[in-house]
């Protein structure tokens, strides 16, 4: 989770903690499922419950509606939660019980730190297992749960909290230490609210209840903050509630209502009632200076006596409805009018419906005492009757419309429903409250201004109101439902005539194939793409499209909709070529991804984008994939690159092809891993080959390498396969990946580290989002099969064992995470990374240079990713002859850390944020050195240094070149206020202690910033070096003694004598080709070789290498 300093999220939950599943009456609830997670993976999150009982909150309703109640006042309580003499076993646990512990359990308990949180989420956990387990929740069931709960977390001895737990709940709210009916006024809470278990709210938005709807809403809560940080709405000292200032402003109700459940209006959310009536049923309500007209038609069944109630209820509030509409502190005057129709013949037939026809004559005050006398009547009233009253006027414009009424007809089994400028809620038996008018007005008052503003020159002057509602309700309707349309499915047709208007007659811009009337007349689909075809995303698309285009003989129409101009300062919408391949090609070879056409003088790169299972690496290149040039005077084929010297007329003979092959090396095990209390980072995982067959046990399918599948045949083995590959589990989404290929494997923990100790593998699936026990079954090993290449990840829950609820996954006497046996502290461990021949060609001098000045034995270790095949070769040769050991490592960026698209700053990624990871464990120091330096002193001594506790040590930038001084960026603005006096260092060289580093969680405290920061692309120009420089305040850095490392562009010439390494960085003064300064620098009496000498002794290793291998 991102490090923030900051609250940014505030979940609500309206729960019955004993109805959280279908099975037993509950609903699905994606909040609940949501905040779980979110616990789970310790994200900051503050949590509010309101936990009710269904049944409670219909009670305490109907409490509220008798009379009117004091505001302090809380709901009564008929009855004790539990009886003395009531069976544990029998009786049923309620939302009252579980809130009367977790009450309980905060006034006893609640200020022990991170005791709330950890309660509430077991305890919800607990329950929900147990109803989905058994079907049902019993006392005894739940004071279990309560009592292991205070006993797991150190609170009370064993048995001594359910004593306690169970005279809490035989108490009256009245009796408890607080004296306070809390429950109660939770309820009444509730009910004022608009609120009901199952529903969920994130910073005050709704949540559906399906686990895809929720986390869009997070998705989308989530930029809306990040929008707001960027523009500085948010700040480190404002506002001072980031919740508070969130709910404010616009779109914000102090009352849950149905109609804010449907998120986006849909066209179903919309309705044009058909009716016989005119301006004069109209009761209008407005303020004098209204510049929002409404039409609110209220349909009714008030044949009946409910309909009846309801009409009496509206009639007698209507002068409160309200009559403006507020936003941003701003209030907008309204004129609403109200026409009551009809919902049943019955409805029409009655004495009501020819004076609600004529409402706006008959008047509002006679319309309330009509009502009543037709409520108050034994028997039945005509119309002449009960218009008797009214003034001559008013009783012949009642009797004429009695005509209205009998040629009136509802549609059959009319739901009771406001229709509010055509956007419809169904009230069905409930009262139509003010709240639901001044939710419906506010949800359509912008639209219905504009129409206004639209229309207002056409009105005569003096244009009776309801003359004016009428047509702005129906022309906002049409708006509103025609929006509607647009946000689930585009009218293609329109949209392209709009488009064509646009861009000019006569360019098409409409290709279509597969014409679906040419079809046999069955059902078929059709496909159409609207694109821009220079986007990012049309790329990926046009393949698939030629998919359902050629092989599934699908009618496609695609659209191009291109923007019609780019910002100044946009980028390029596309600067990339893409080819997508699946299957085999037409001749059978295997996917072809072939590019033609390519610019001239032009440098491209080539970059794979594969599945997150698939660690794809190079197997066979001849050019520079990260220089590929194509010109006419070298050609652009692999010969002519070998050759050099083409003549023009060869290379427009020849065929000019450039191939470049990628094998599969590895399948990626990979997932998520939990305990109870969220991702136990920094568990250690190894996974090994799976062999033994226990007794009784049936042989294994295995998967060979060339995909063949028969019966494991393998007999029993005493002894276990070696580790294949190993890795920690981070916090981050409890996250962890592992070299592997198909087959079946053993993934366990690994056996010298303390979370051996500590953990076994607990029986578990994934149920509503959540790790759910099956069954009580623990091991110490857990089977993984790879039997596919689109494995979609493991799930893994474990389970601390008795003793060691609070012990720490590290040795607290400063012993090693591993078996010190495993650690040869004899060898120095340097890693690197490179890309490109130049590069490669750099990085064998750097390794040469290490091997002859370090005294001790070295093994480098090379990111694989993005070298080629020759220098794996060549570089394992030369290694062999110079007396050193050279290991490639790899690991794929996971899809949920926020990539990168640029090469160089997926390399810099690759360079820092995977450092706890990317290493056996039983490396325990690392020391980092760039490709393009050359050592001069022995890389020993930096290995030994002490790095006072600190995880890793860095040089600081040089500052003695007066020249380069003012390029220095952190000097001051940003860099120099947040460094507060701590130097910015270099990432050219560094050394990293792995054993702190995995211990202090650093890995992940780096990925958290990344994440954090990176979602603002202007960040993190230098992703390598500017990251560790500012988690400074987090993660110390040792600063290096300023000899470790020289660089002509910010060093001084006087302190290059005393110089351990040379580093080629760029000059920001003039730039100069890599290879000069190399020859440059590197050269003179302070060197034992040159960089040429040098260059020179790594060429003959290469010549020779591919002369034996000739």
């Known amino acids: 989770p991102p490090s923030v300093r900051r609250n940014l999220y505030t979940m609500t939950l309206v729960l019955d903690p004993t109805k959280t599943t279908v099975q037993n009456g509950g609903t699905e609830n994606g909040g609940l499922d949501l905040t779980m997670k979110l616990m789970q993976n310790q994200y900051p999150v503050r949590l509010g419950l309101v936990i009710v009982d269904e049944d409670d909150v219909q009670k305490c309703k109907t409490w509220l509606q008798e009379e009117e109640r004091e505001a302090s006042m809380p709901c009564p309580l008929d009855a004790p939660i539990l009886k003395a003499d009531d069976s544990l076993s029998d009786t049923p646990a309620t939302a009252r019980a579980v809130h009367r512990l977790i009450d309980f359990f905060l006034r006893e308990y609640g200020e022990q730190p991170g005791a709330s949180t950890a309660y509430v989420e077991y305890l919800i956990s607990y329950v929900t297992e147990e109803l989905e387990t058994n079907g049902k929740l019993t006392m005894a069931a739940l004071l279990n749960v309560h009592g292991s709960l205070l006993e797991m977390m150190g609170l009370v001895g064993p048995g001594d909290s359910k004593a306690e737990a169970k005279a809490a709940l035989l108490k009256n709210e009245k009796d408890l230490l607080s004296g306070t009916n809390v429950y109660g006024k939770g309820l009444r809470f509730a009910v004022e609210r608009g609120l009901s278990p199952g529903m969920s709210f994130l910073n005050g938005r709704p949540l559906p209840d399906d686990e895809e709807g929720t986390h869009k809403v997070f998705s989308e809560e989530q930029q809306y903050l990040m929008g707001m940080i960027m523009n500085g709405q948010i700040r480190n000292d404002s506002p001072r509630s980031i919740y508070g200032k969130l709910l404010t402003g616009e779109g914000v109700f102090s009352r849950m209502h149905p109609l804010l459940n449907q998120g986006k209006a849909s066209p179903d959310s919309y309705e044009e009632l058909k009716h016989p009536f005119d301006s004069t049923s109209l009761i209008i309500q407005q303020d004098p200076d209204a510049k929002v007209y409404f039409a609110a038609e209220i349909v009714l069944d008030y044949g009946t006596e409910l309909g009846l109630a309801q009409l009496k209820k509206i009639l007698d509030s209507m002068e409160s409805f309200p009559t403006s509409v507020s936003e941003n502190d701003t209030t907008h005057a309204m004129a609403v009018g109200y026409r009551i129709l009809p919902a049943s013949k019955e409805a029409a037939a009655s004495p009501l419906c020819p004076v609600l026809a004529k409402a706006g004559i008959v008047g509002l005050e006679n319309l309330k005492s009509l009502a009543t006398a037709v409520a108050q009547s034994s028997s039945p009233v005509s119309v002449e009757d009960l218009v008797t009253e009214l003034d001559a006027e008013k009783r012949q414009e009642a009797k004429l419309a009695t005509d209205l009424c009998a040629s009136f007809d509802p549609p059959e089994n009319s739901v009771a429903r406001i229709v509010g400028n055509g956007r419809v809620f169904e009230f069905g038996s409930e009262f139509l409250a003010s709240e639901d008018i001044e939710l419906l007005s506010s949800m359509g008052w912008k639209r219905a201004k504009a129409v206004y503003e639209l229309l207002e020159d056409l009105f005569p002057a003096n244009l009776p109101v309801g003359q004016m509602i009428e047509p702005i309700a129906a022309v906002a309707l049409f708006l509103a439902a025609e929006g509607s349309k647009a946000t689930n499915r585009q009218d293609v047709a329109k949209m392209f005539e709009r488009l064509e208007r646009e861009i000019g007659k006569g360019k098409s811009m409409r290709f279509q194939w597969n014409d679906p009337s040419e079809g046999d007349g069955r059902l078929r689909s059709l496909v159409t793409a609207a694109v821009d075809p220079v986007d990012l995303s049309t790329q990926r698309l046009a393949p698939l499209l030629e998919v359902l285009r050629d092989h599934l003989k699908l009618p496609v129409q695609l659209i191009l909709a291109p923007q019609t101009s780019i910002s100044g300062d946009s980028d390029t919408p596309i600067a990339s070529y893409y080819r997508f391949v699946a299957g085999s090609s037409e001749n059978g070879e295997g996917p072809i991804a072939h590019f033609t056409s390519l610019p001239l003088d032009h440098v491209l790169t080539l970059r794979l984008d594969v599945p997150e299972p698939w660690d794809v690496q190079q197997t066979h290149a001849i050019q520079d994939t990260d220089n590929l040039r194509c010109d006419m005077t070298t050609g652009c084929s692999d010969d002519a690159h070998t050759l050099k010297s083409w003549t023009p007329r060869e290379i427009k003979a020849s065929r000019q092809l450039t191939q470049v092959e990628y094998g599969l090396a590895h399948l990626l095990a990979f997932g998520q891993c939990y305990e109870d209390k969220g991702p136990p980072n920094g568990l250690q995982f190894v996974l090994s080959r799976h062999t033994q067959t226990a007794a009784g046990e049936q042989a294994e399918v295995e998967l060979s390498m060339d995909g063949t599948i028969g019966a494991g045949s393998t007999p029993p083995r005493a002894s276990p396969e070696p580790r294949y590959s190993d890795t920690l589990v981070m916090k981050n989404v409890g996250y962890w990946q592992l070299r592997a290929n198909p087959g079946v494997w053993d993934l366990a923990i690994e056996e010298s ?119 794996k070769e060549t570089s394992r040769a030369m290694a062999r002859r110079i007396g050193c050991e050279v290991e490639f490592v790899t690991y794929k960026w996971p899809e949920w850390l926020r990539g990168q698209t640029e090469k160089q700053r997926i390399i810099w990624g690759y360079k820092i944020l995977f450092l706890d990871v990317l290493f056996p464990l039983d490396v325990k120091k690392i020391i980092y050195v760039d490709a393009d330096q050359v050592v001069r002193a022995d890389l020993k001594e930096l290995w030994d240094m002490d790095l006072q506790g600190a995880p890793y040590g860095y040089t600081p930038f040089c500052s003695s070149r007066a020249t380069t001084v003012g390029y220095q960026f952190w000097r001051d603005g940003f860099w120099k206020n947040h460094l507060q006096g701590r130097p910015y260092h270099i990432s050219a060289l560094y050394v990293v202690d792995l054993k702190r580093f995995r211990e202090e969680l650093v890995g992940d405290q780096l990925r958290s910033i990344y994440q954090q920061l990176s979602a603002d692309p202007n960040s993190l120009a230098n992703l390598d070096q500017d990251l560790p420089n500012y988690a400074q305040n987090q993660v110390r850095i040792f600063s290096l003694p300023q000899d470790w490392l020289w660089c002509e562009s910010w060093c001084s010439d006087e302190t290059k004598t005393t110089a351990k390494t040379i580093d080629l960085c760029n000059n920001p003064l003039h730039k100069e080709p890599k290879v000069s300064m190399a020859k440059r620098v590197i050269d003179g009496p302070l060197f034992n070789e040159s960089w040429v000498e040098l260059d020179a002794e790594v060429e003959k290793y290469e010549k020779d290498f591919l002369q034996l291998k000739v």
Not at 776 to 788: C, E, F, G, R
Not at 804 to 823: P, Q
């Open 753 to 871: 580290s303390k979370g051996a100790e500590i953990f076994d593998f607990a029986d578990a699936v994934m149920s509503r989002g959540r790790l759910v026990r099956k069954s009580d079954k623990l091991s110490q090993s857990k089977k993984i099969v790879l039997k596919d290449f689109v494995n979609k990840g493991e799930m893994i829950l474990v389970k601390r064992r008795k003793g060691y609820e609070g012990a720490s996954l590290f040795f607290e006497d400063g012993a090693s995470i591993i078996d010190s046996a495993l650690a040869s502290d004899d060898v120095i461990h340097v890693f690197s990374l490179a890309t490109g021949h130049l590069y490669e060609r750099f990085l064998k001098i750097m390794m040469l240079s290490v091997t002859k000045r370090t005294s001790s034995k070295v093994k480098f270790w090379l990111f694989e990713n993005f070298l080629s095949p020759t220098f």
